[in-house]
């Protein structure tokens, strides 16, 4: 290996050098060398001899794979704020301006399968990001997914001719497994391509494959939730709407203003319904839409429902995912309604030492375990026409671990639904402007 032999050329070195001023040292001890000349000898065999240790440690390759660690992480660590943004312009610039601090190339550059994204370093006056990839090494890289050592300045092939650059390591980026672009370390010198320099490449771009990799997981997750809510926007209970209809026409001949004010209650609850758009809303918003939900509610069964709230103050600007309470509130009209006796639901929300938690409780006819036991599964607990599990999943695709629906509920007693919304931690959210930020 290339780290043995580069230890054994010193070793031999400091032994000619050692050697030689211990023949001087025996000499003046004889007699044969004056005391000035001794006293340098013993002097220079001291320092050889820290030297040689100081080399020593420094050349072993535990050494210099600490080091090559290190660096690779200090690169990775700085860079995932960026890479989890995925690969475009802006990141893959700051990415290579990050990695070109931290390493001993002179320039780093990021390609995707056809365009250079970001360049950094000696030449980045005329290597512009946003060109065409220039070099049959990297488009070969790319094509086979291999990576490709570039020792001359022909194989990098830029066309300024006063260009510095005359090496070069390419290395293939993968999300899924799938080569998406490269990552290119440069060099002044083919003497820099050494063994050191293509492992730190190598595995600085298998880091930044998985943070892209990351990344799109993420952006799969939020498309998720975003068609989740279009779902929930399309599924509309059409008991719901036909029983509100009718409670409209009835109040028509009997309390004609109280019709009038249901009925544009009623269109401005659609309304709102078909047309939201915004993934994250003020708990306030989604609180109104609840009471509105229930005066059509209460309106049909008058005295037999009855909602309290509790909402601890300074929540309200709490940004939570739309269409999370209603549901809630709904499945307990739905599921809880006896028609012996009253319902009452309770709504509460409170703060807790890592998020909020919202809780949904009622006193109805509440269901056994075994129906308990599936009740977040598809096709269960309807609420607009989707199953309670939309609710849930959508709270875990934007909040962080932890977060999500539990439920509890006992035959003939009533159900607990508790949605709790865990902010993401800065390193999770990557500053993105999750829930509790709404505060």
Partial sequence: MLHLRRALIIDAALFIATSAIGVVAVASVLGGVSRPVSIVAVA????IAVGSVVARVLTRPDHIRAMQSHQILEIASRSLAYMRRGLDRDTAQAVCRLALEESDAAAVAITDRTTVLGF????EDHHQPGGPIMTRATKEAIEHDEHRILSTREDIGCPVKGCYLRAAIVVPLHVRGEVVGTLKFYYTTPRLLNETQVTMVEGLARLLSTQLELSELERQTQLACRMELKALQAQINPHFLFNTINTIAALIRTDPPRARELLREFARFYRRTLEENEDLVPLEREIEYARSYMRFEQARFGDRIRVVEDVEPGLERFMVPAFIVQPLVENCVQHALMPDRPLTIWLTARSRADGVEITVRDDGAGMPSAELARVLESGVGRGLGIALKNVHDRVRGHF???????????????????ARLVPRTEGEADGADQGARGR
């Fill in 44 to 47: 220079g065999l001291i320092v």
């Fill in 120 to 123: 950094a370093g000696l030449g």
């Fill in 400 to 418: 962080g671990p932890g977060s999500g629906l539990s439920i509890e509920s006992v035959e003939g007693q009533g159900t607990t639904v508790t």
